[in-house]
């Protein structure tokens, strides 16, 4: 079980969720499963549009991502990752500060999401 805590001037107050372990739902999906009001427009890692900022509430390790290439792409060309952000997620498992809720499987952590 993670709680996935959404933190946004868009809201009222921060709202946590709870997104159950081993579900392969999007942090997009998680967001309008509980009316969070996130941007999105493509829903398929294209526009940009969805960005957010997650960092891990834990204090653990964050778990290894593997970024698709239009996650990259998209967030390259928005300068929300650089090239040694990629190459970190790519051989030390590090995920960067910003994604693409798009494309973001939520994983078993408990994560801030600002947006
Ligand atoms: Fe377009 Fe996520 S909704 S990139």
Same mark, same amino acid.
């Given at each position: 079980m993670a709680n996935v805590t959404f933190s946004s001037p868009r809201m009222k107050k921060d709202l946590t969720v709870y997104a159950v372990?081993?579900?392969t739902k999007t942090l997009l999906a998680v967001a309008k499963a509980n009316n969070v009001p996130l941007q999105s427009e493509?829903?398929?890692?294209?526009?940009?549009s969805c960005q957010v900022q997650v960092s891990v509430l834990s204090g653990k390790? #964050?778990?290894g991502v593997a970024l698709t290439e239009k996650e990259k792409l998209v967030l390259?060309?928005?300068g929300k990752i650089t090239a040694q952000q990629i190459a970190d997620a790519e051989t030390k498992d590090?995920? #960067?500060p910003w994604r693409l809720a798009c494309q973001m499987v939520v994983r078993d952590e408990d994560i801030l999401v600002k947006f």
């Open positions: 372990a081993g579900d493509c829903e398929n890692g294209e526009c940009g390790t #964050p778990i390259k060309l928005a590090l995920p #960067p």
